[in-house]
């Protein structure tokens, strides 16, 4: 496809209950980052991969969040024993070699009741 | 570390009117500045961005920055707004390239006819 594609767009989960989010970037994309973004907020660093390598994972809220990116294209970020604190939009982004504009994916609005 | 301020976390403007959104920094070295658009369940559109050069950049849909390091500004700018305007804006840092970016909270812009 043309853009950034997540899926899926919306997920409600039970609490403790584990999900599984997809990122498809732009074909060809180096870069991969993931962002979180609360209701009213701005979005928020999760994690960056180059290629297949998680080179930045420090913004991951605590051992429950997972990603990865195995083939250096599709990342999946994983939320274990999901809390209600963890109800946000989940960002996608990729960019290029050049690295100089992320492209965003429309994100997963994740409810966790 | 870094960071960004949005003072405005609501404005309105009438249709037709010019507009200005505000934003300061916070970033030890030469920043990379950005703004986004996001609309109603939508991901986020780069408006324009900002590197080196010239210190007023332009952007898509008419709108401009102007680049202010004495003021640690990267104010966004509109002659004339239109009602499709209305939408909330982030302003972002980083440090470029492929790295994460840093978000303002955002300003949500309403436009009334």
């Known amino acids: 496809g043309a853009g950034v594609s997540q899926s899926p767009r919306y997920k409600v989960a039970k609490r403790g209950q584990d999900v599984a989010l997809r990122c498809d970037p732009i074909?060809?994309?180096?870069?991969l980052f993931w962002y979180q973004q609360a209701l009213g907020q701005g979005p928020e660093f999760l994690t960056y991969?180059?290629?297949?390598?998680?080179?930045?994972k420090s913004g991951l809220p605590s051992d429950r969040f997972f990603a990865e990116r195995p083939e250096g294209s599709v990342s999946t970020l994983k939320i274990q024993r999901t809390q209600q604190e963890d109800s946000a939009v989940y960002l996608c982004?990729?960019?290029?070699?050049?690295?100089?504009?992320?492209?965003f994916g429309q994100g997963t609005r994740l409810t966790v009741v | 570390a870094q960071s960004v301020t949005q003072p405005d976390i609501h404005i309105t403007v009438s249709e037709g009117a010019s507009l200005e959104l505000r934003c300061n920094y916070s970033?030890?070295?030469?920043?990379?500045l950005f703004w986004y658009v996001q609309s109603p369940g939508q991901g986020l559109q780069l408006l324009l961005k900002?590197?080196?050069?010239?210190?007023l950049v332009q952007g898509i849909k008419g709108f401009e920055a102007e680049f202010k390091r004495s003021q640690s500004s990267f104010n966004l700018r509109k002659p004339s707004v239109h009602w499709s305007d209305a939408a909330e804006y982030f302003c972002?840092?980083?440090?470029?390239?492929?790295?994460?970016?840093?978000f303002g909270t955002g300003t949500r812009l309403t436009i009334i006819p």
């Open positions: 982004a990729s960019s290029s070699t050049d690295g100089f504009e992320a492209f």
């Open positions: 074909s060809g994309h180096v870069s």
């Open positions: 991969f180059q290629n297949e390598a998680q080179l930045d």
């Open positions: 970033y030890g070295a030469t920043p990379y």
């Open positions: 900002y590197f080196s050069g010239d210190t």
């Open positions: 972002a840092v980083g440090p470029g390239g492929n790295e994460k970016l840093t």
